[in-house]
């Protein structure tokens, strides 16, 4: 999280840190970040869980969602993206890569 934080910061973006998935919900609802990175392993509420919350939200369906974990089987970035994630990066990660694809889907939401 702190590698993250760093990266997102250096590059001139504002970061929130959510502890849990329960959490990271209920900021997403009530903060409407620009985009949402998200674990799947997450204590509480899982990653899934949040995503498929989050897209089924009028309010929060439009947020993009980048799915960071270790979960990198061809089965699991397939059942991320059906449920609604927007990118898909697996641990380890090259922390530049991840700033790039934030900034590229910031890109999109702001064209749309």
């Known amino acids: 999280v702190d590698l993250l934080r760093y990266n997102l910061t250096k590059a001139g973006l504002a970061v929130l840190i959510a502890p849990d998935g329960s959490k990271g919900l209920e900021m997403a609802r009530s903060q409407r970040p620009d985009v949402i990175i998200l674990d799947l392993m997450l204590p509480g509420l899982d990653g899934h869980s949040v995503c498929k919350a ?59």
């Open 54 to 112: 989050l897209k089924k939200d009028p309010q929060t369906e439009h947020l993009p969602i980048l799915m960071l974990t270790a979960k990198g089987q061809p089965e699991e970035r397939v059942k991320g993206l059906e449920i609604g994630a927007d990118d898909y990066v697996t641990k380890p990660f090259s922390p530049r890569e991840l700033v790039l694809r934030v900034q590229a889907l910031l890109r999109r939401m702001r064209s749309s």
